[in-house]
């Protein structure tokens, strides 16, 4: 049987290599993102596009119930600022909390709902290495470190139930996310990593897939690390 897969920012980065397997895999992909303007999607009949803001969390339900059946859920969709903790705008602040952990509590609330009724499920969400070490953007942090404490929740909620919930937390990616991390930052972490680079969109991408398809149930409510070392040194 055919699966259908939600994937949140699955227009470009990280996501859109997620999209891209699953295409490949021949899954039925949902991509939800705010413009589709200028990405690279591949042009497939299992491809759905919907532009939605997740930053309107309290129509999430109403996006769900039009989506229908979501048998995977990849929460990936997120947004960084790197603005000082003391300059940082109330819009700025409400904004971050919205798409990187309001949105991706609500959607795993509503698609668990089908998932609870099949008796199965598998649900990645995308967090960072931030989460665990802390960030100079501290909203971004404590967003991520609230998402990978919600992926922990969440399997305990959930995981009697037939659902696998789990995260990867990686460190910086070549993504558009990069262009608002200063130059200074971006050097002294490719200090700190073993091979001197940055991870590519791919490889997190490999492990995202995995932990929704093919590793087995019982990693459940787990964070995997993609740092290249970065967390242990």
């Known amino acids: 049987m055919n699966k259908t897969v939600l994937v949140t920012g699955g227009n470009k980065g990280i996501g859109l ?34 532009s939605f803001d997740l930053t309107d ?3 999430i339900p109403e996006l769900i119930a039009e989506l229908g059946a979501i048998d ?11 603005l000082p903790f003391d300059q940082y705008p109330a819009e700025k602040k409400n904004n971050i909390l919205k798409l990187n952990i309001e949105a991706p509590v609500a959607l795993i609330r509503e698609v668990s709902k089908y998932m609870v009724g099949q008796g199965s499920g598998r649900i ?24 990978i404490n919600a992926t922990k929740s969440f399997a305990k909620l959930l995981g009697p139930q037939g659902i696998v919930i789990n995260a990867v937390a990686p460190g910086p990616v070549e993504t558009d996310m990069l262009a608002v991390i200063p130059e200074a930052r971006k050097a002294a972490i490719k ?10 969109p791919e490889e997190v991408a490999k492990a ?13 409510g787990t964070c995997t690390d993609i740092n290249d070392g970065a967390y242990v040194r």
């Not at 042009?43 to 596009?49: F, G």
């Not at 995977?72 to 790197?82: D, K, P, T």
């Not at 200090?191 to 590519?200: S, Y």
């Open 17 to 50: 290599e997620v999209t891209r397997k699953f295409l490949a895999m021949n899954y039925t992909v949902i991509v939800v993102a705010r413009s589709f303007e200028g990405c690279d999607l591949p042009e497939s009949d299992n491809l759905v596009k919907k």
């Open 57 to 59: 969390v309290e129509k």
């Open 72 to 82: 995977i859920l990849i929460n990936n969709a997120g947004v960084m600022h790197s």
């Open 124 to 147: 990645v969400n995308n967090a960072s290495i931030a989460g665990h070490i802390g960030h100079p953007d501290v909203w971004y942090g404590i967003t991520k470190a609230g998402l």
């Open 191 to 200: 200090k700190i990593v073993f091979t001197g680079r940055f991870a590519k």
């Open 208 to 220: 995202i897939v995995w932990l929704a398809t093919e590793s087995p149930a019982y990693i459940n």
